[in-house]
């Protein structure tokens, strides 16, 4: 699978994630294909970015970060058919462990 996971929250990571390859209302030709740069600009919005071995990007989700928690929204992918949930499992916990 050789799929990788990078939190991203600079305002030219976020502008970069939600590539052509991605499918939905993010994506270059979506509704609000906005959202990659108003979340580069907040201090409380980042991005997941899922890529491939060959480095492409093949999913990603927008994080929003409370004093509650973290909240998800919905992943948004190529159409690719691999369970990603692990990968952000470890992230989560990576990051938890990293008190971060």
């Given at each position: 699978?050789?799929?990788t996971a990078?939190?991203?929250g600079s305002f030219f990571g976020c502008a970069a994630t939600c590539s052509g390859s991605i499918v939905g209302c993010y994506a270059p030709s979506g509704d609000h294909c906005q959202k990659p740069l108003e979340a580069g600009l907040r201090a409380n919005v980042m991005f997941i970015a899922v890529r491939g071995a060959d480095g492409a990007e093949v999913e990603s989700v927008e994080v929003l970060?409370?004093?509650q928690g973290l909240l998800c929204y919905q992943a948004y992918t190529n159409g690719?058919?691999?369970?990603t949930e692990p990968l952000y499992?470890?992230?989560?916990?990576?990051?938890?462990?990293?008190?971060?």
């Open positions: 699978m050789g799929l990078t939190l991203v970060l409370t004093d690719h058919s691999w369970d499992t470890a992230l989560f916990a990576k990051l938890l462990s990293d008190g971060r």
